[in-house]
């Protein structure tokens, strides 16, 4: 705050600064310009700020930097219209490359095979080969047990298959060749049969329960039933 | 220039075409360098925001907001872009209270030199005045922006701007007083 400003008479400094924010009127800057010949501080502080506002106004030698704004712009410059197409090309492209990419991985999970590499390794061939023999033979052995009603001798089933498949009903027994039924039942625990590729010991290829009456054939094969 | 004329001149500039372009550089490049040069006291770094500014407008025409001046946009884009430079480089003079009290010098060696005398004692003033109050006081004072439009530019309410102006100016006179050894009295005779 300005010395003496609270002196009476004094012009107050929140009326030197509406004068310098352009807010008085006519006859209220005329009313001011008097009182300042009757207080030298604010006349002072008018007459300082006056010339600091004159040097802040003064013009400034201004370079010509359109040529080189345009020059920066022409490098990068496209019309918002070109701007919009490269824009869509670019969606375009994110979204087939988006496609391709879920489309690979949906193949690759339905049909792993298609990725896999060639192999050429005759061994792997013959048991691929021998793997393929014994799937078809499974297939026959469970079309034949489709039909099959309880009691039937299920070996006639497996004989179909020549000879690559063992058809087992359990627990009446390993290889007892009966479809199970009589007086068993078809609720009976033992209402379950496998088949196991001839010579093989370990998993079954391929097993399925009896239920109601049906022999119901789980998808896949390989695992058997609890 | 008028408002429906620039809209005109952003229209023809949005297709492509090179003179309305132009035309809006030449009409605002002025107030936007001398504004910036009261700010950063370099005209290099002047010319450099300047121009910075004006590509990013320019290059991105079809975000501009119609309701708002063209003027306002390319300034608040400035604006951000001094505040970016300000934050990797030096100043010339220190901006702040907080840097005179920590004795740094007024003009910076090996950087000041000749274009520090180039400047006047206002600008030099100016420069110590902390950013925001150096803003308002070019802007109302240089540039003749009213206090509505700068509280809309700075993000700020219209009488913290008056409060900026006022103390702003109150502290460049304190400063060139300080700096000239000035007598009031001989000013006045």
């Not at chain 1, 040529?67 to 994110?94: D, N, Q, T």
């Not at chain 1, 095979?113 to 297939?139: H, L, Q, W, Y």
């Not at chain 2, 990013?56 to 300034?75: G, Q």
Request: hydrophobic share 40%; charged share 30%; aromatic share 6%.
């Amino acid at each position: 705050m300005r010395k003496g400003s609270d002196k009476p008479g004094a012009v107050p400094p929140e009326l030197v600064d509406a004068y310098f924010d352009g807010e008085l009127d006519a006859a209220a800057r005329a009313d001011f310009h008097r009182r300042l010949g009757e207080d030298l501080a604010a006349c002072r502080e008018v007459v300082e700020t006056r010339r600091i506002i004159s040097e802040l106004r003064a013009p400034v030698e201004t370079p010509d930097l359109t040529p080189a704004i345009m020059a920066r712009l022409h490098r990068g410059f496209l019309p918002a219209r070109v701007r919009r197409m490269v824009s869509a090309g670019r969606v375009a492209v994110a979204a087939t490359l988006l496609l391709a990419l879920v489309g690979y991985g949906l193949a690759k999970r339905w049909e792993p095979a298609i990725f896999e590499p060639a192999r050429t390794n005759p061994v792997t061939e013959v048991v691929r080969s021998s793997e393929r023999d014994a799937a078809a033979g499974a297939r026959q052995v469970r079309g034949v047990l489709m039909r099959a009603r309880p009691g039937e001798q299920v070996y006639q089933a497996a004989a179909l298959v020549p000879g690559r498949v063992v058809v087992r009903t359990f627990p009446d027994g390993a290889g007892s060749g009966v479809m199970p039924g009589g007086s068993g039942g078809p609720d009976a625990e033992w209402n379950w049969a496998a088949a196991w590729q001839e010579g093989a010991s370990s998993a079954p290829i391929w097993s399925a329960e009896w239920r109601g009456g049906l022999l119901r054939l789980p998808e896949g094969s390989g695992s058997a039933p609890r | 220039m008028e408002r429906a004329e620039e809209q005109r001149l952003i229209r023809r500039a949005r297709r492509g075409d090179r003179r309305a372009t132009e035309a809006l550089i030449r009409e605002h490049q002025g107030s936007l360098y001398a504004y910036m040069l009261r700010m950063t006291g370099r005209r290099d770094v002047a010319e450099e925001v300047v121009q910075e500014a004006f590509v990013r407008a320019l290059s991105h025409l079809d975000r501009f907001d119609d309701r708002f001046r063209f003027s306002t946009w390319v300034f608040t884009i400035a604006k951000r872009l001094h505040v970016n430079t300000v934050q990797k480089r030096a100043p010339i003079f220190s901006s702040g209270a907080a840097e005179v009290a920590a004795g740094w010098s007024e003009a910076w060696p090996g950087e000041a030199s000749a274009e520090d005398e180039r400047l006047g004692r206002v600008q030099r003033a100016l420069l110590r005045l902390p950013e925001v109050q150096r803003s308002v006081l070019v802007l109302f004072t240089q540039l003749d922006w009213s206090i509505r439009r700068i509280a809309q530019h700075l993000s700020l309410p219209e009488g913290t701007v008056k409060s900026h102006l006022h103390r702003s100016r109150a502290r460049v006179r304190k400063l060139v007083e300080e700096a000239e050894g000035v007598r009031i009295e001989e000013v006045v005779r």
